[in-house]
């Protein structure tokens, strides 16, 4: 449920846009210089640093750690660093905003540090998983209070006891692998951290431009290991760090060329990183005009000035080890593709799935609404360009920046307009993106005709299903796209017992659970620390007690009529809960599949288990169920029915969230009961 103020924008189409165009600084090199510059001793001068919503969340959380950060001028910002250790407690929570890449980083920062820092953010990124960032750092000594799955709100509980590790990334990131160097920063002894693929090394060029030693060496398949001996002091000086062009941002206005005929423009001092440009080198295999001028090195990073022109472009191959060099780029680059000659395949797009929306099913829905062919198998996204795309329809951004700009620029060259619902999170990357556009001869406005019409009364979704079928998983995903409450009844009686737990209350105590009970909110179930073992058993004490199951019953009946809909996932929600739900879906899948599914998840969050004992588990979970006296676990008898076996989670979504937009027409509806 989003909070944020809609912004709905059109972008038609327009003439050749031509000159010298400037971006702003790289978002990911603005994070790393602001940190790092309020770990080194003496004043930074930061110049050109992105003043994006992401960047300046960052800002404000190291200044609630005692950072002294000063605007000097539009984009020159001045840090008076702490030094190693110089951090102190911070008073409030750091709210992160939509920013993945400052919360990951500034949780390695945190954690050799004794004491607890809270973060919290947007929706957005409270539906964000973190807990491969929090594996790495809980073996060096932090422990972490997060919501299911490592999500925010979390604490980390630093110690000045860090342990040095040496770690191997089991997926490429970039931002992890940062989190560890953080660390490792002002942890005694040598931390390294092994990547089975090299991913941008901004943390490490900058780590030596502030004069730290960092030592990288190249593994024989391909990888890459680096280590930082903790604990390093830098030299009391004055310094200045020139943040480059953000090639992220840049992609933008270098498609828009490509695409619109007659265009030609200039970027200048863009990062040309190697590790940022998998982009560049795609478009010229597709027939791009793209030249590097005046090429040089600013604050330790490649830095060239961009000639772009407008280019016949054709369909390729895009393997899936390009990605990690252009994977905040897939969305524009799909934009490309559909102007392309042929067909474009992109491989090894999995990450897409956990950026600030699910990107890989955002591109496919937005692509197809302008009529553009384009479909998803696995972690492939595959697009049939065309000369000139259609457009029109109602592009849905899921509060994504990157998703909001792309349309944006697709809009400049379709035979009709095309709408975005939403460009409020531009914000957080490009702020000025509309504007220097509009200067070009783009024509990008405010359209109050974007924005979706919601069904009349607000929906009720029922999402019922034996464990590890999927169905928290779509529940999330639809409430998010529809801006309906989400509730997973599952974690109301632990809120309960939270409360009992954290009040010095005793759990067996009948009139202390009743209170409670009565006194739950909303907010209650969003707090980390339900996961923990006591609370857990607390929960399944009261769970017996019948008043405090009476009271809860109430509750999510009251949740089920939110004035703006909701979604609720859990068992019996279809035939107890809520048996006059406007749709009830039921999620199965077979037994193994539903144990595999668990068992990844399980060693996904660290946690060592046998196959064997999840899929026994999960037998004795089934057996319960279906011979509880009351309220067995059996689909409604109006309930559409869904077997995820052979099915991935965009194609259940995609099902389901088709049912819902048809939901008001009941013959069609009647129609949709699915049992595959």
């Known amino acids: 449920m989003m909070s944020h103020s809609m912004l709905p924008l059109q972008s038609k189409p327009c003439g050749a846009i031509k000159g010298i165009v400037h971006v702003p600084g790289d978002k990911s090199i603005s994070h790393r210089a602001l940190i790092l510059a309020s770990q080194a001793l003496g004043k930074t001068d930061i110049f050109e640093l992105l003043e994006g919503e992401d960047v300046l969340r960052t800002a404000k959380a190291l200044e609630l750690l005692g950072v002294q950060i000063e605007r000097k001028a539009s984009r020159h910002w001045i840090v008076h660093g702490v030094g190693i250790g110089g951090l102190r407690e911070s008073s409030d929570v750091l709210d992160m905003g939509n920013s993945g890449t400052g919360t990951r980083l500034m949780m390695g920062l945190v954690s050799p540090y004794p004491f607890v820092t809270f973060f919290t953010g947007d929706e957005s990124l409270r539906g964000r998983p973190m807990r491969r960032a929090m594996i790495p750092l809980e073996q060096m000594g932090a422990r972490f209070e997060a919501r299911e799955g490592g999500k925010l709100p979390l604490a980390v509980h630093g110690t000045s006891q860090t342990l040095p590790i040496y770690y191997t990334l089991p997926v490429a990131s970039a931002q992890v692998k940062s989190a560890i160097l953080l660390a490792g920063l002002n942890t005694a002894g040598i931390t390294s951290v092994t990547e089975p693929e090299a991913t941008r090394d901004h943390t490490e060029r900058m780590l030596r431009h502030f004069g730290w030693k960092v030592e990288s060496k190249k593994e024989a ?310 996961r923990q073992e006591r609370i857990g058993k607390a929960a399944s004490i009261i769970s017996a007690i019948p008043e405090v199951r009476n009271i809860l019953l109430e509750f999510q009946r009251r949740c089920a009529k939110h004035p703006k809909g909701a979604v609720l996932d859990g068992r019996d929600i279809g035939t107890i809960v809520c048996p006059d739900a406007d749709i009830k879906v039921f999620i199965t899948a077979s037994l193994e599949t539903r144990a595999q599914r668990r068992h990844r998840e399980l060693q996904g969050e660290g946690i060592e288990v046998i196959y064997q004992s999840v899929l026994e588990d999960l037998c004795e979970r089934d057996e319960r169920d279906a011979q509880r006296a009351v309220a067995p676990l059996i689909p409604a008898k109006d309930a559409i029915i869904i077997d995820t076996s052979h099915l991935d989670a965009d194609t259940v979504f995609s099902q389901v969230l088709n049912i819902v937009n048809t939901s008001l027409d009941t013959d069609t509806l009647a129609k949709h009961i699915v049992n595959q």
């Open 221 to 530: 398949k391909g990888g890459v290991t680096i280590s930082i001996q903790g604990q390093q002091e830098t030299a009391p000086l004055d310094r200045d760090v020139t943040v480059p062009a953000d090639p992220s941002s840049a992609a933008f206005l270098i498609v828009a060329a490509l695409i619109v005929p007659g265009s030609e423009i200039t970027i200048p001092h863009v990062c040309i990183n190697p590790s940022r440009i998998g982009l560049y080198t795609t478009l010229r295999e597709m027939g791009a005009d793209i030249s590097f001028i005046n090429e040089r090195i600013s604050a330790g990073e490649e830095v060239a000035d961009l000639h772009v022109r407008y280019s016949t472009l054709k369909g390729v191959h895009v393997p899936a080890e390009r990605a990690p060099s252009m994977i905040d780029e897939y969305p524009i680059l799909a934009v490309a593709a559909s102007y392309a000659k042929g067909k474009t395949v992109m491989e090894g797009l999995a990450e897409l799935k956990v950026k600030e929306s699910d990107r890989l099913l955002a591109i496919a829905e937005g692509l197809q609404q302008c009529k553009v062919t384009a479909s998803i198998e696995g972690d492939t996204l595959t697009v049939e360009g065309s000369e000139q795309p259609e457009g029109s329809g109602i592009i849905k951004t899921y509060f994504d920046h990157r998703i909001a700009m792309s349309f944006l620029v697709m809009g400049m060259a379709t035979k009709q307009a095309v709408h975005i619902d939403d460009g409020s999170a531009i914000t957080t990357s490009f702020p000025a993106f509309a504007e220097l556009m509009n200067s070009l001869g783009a024509s990008i406005t405010f359209d109050a005709n974007a924005t979706p019409k919601r069904h009349a009364p607000p929906l009720t979704i029922a999402i019922d299903g034996p464990a590890s079928s999927g169905k928290g998983t779509l529940a999330r995903r639809l409430a998010e796209a529809l801006g309906y409450m989400y509730l997973d009844t599952g974690s109301i009686y632990r809120a309960v017992g939270l409360k009992l737990i954290y009040a010095h209350k005793d759990p067996y105590d009948k009139r202390a659970a009743i209170d409670a009970a009565l006194s739950l909110t909303e907010q209650d179930l969003a707090n980390p620390r339900l």
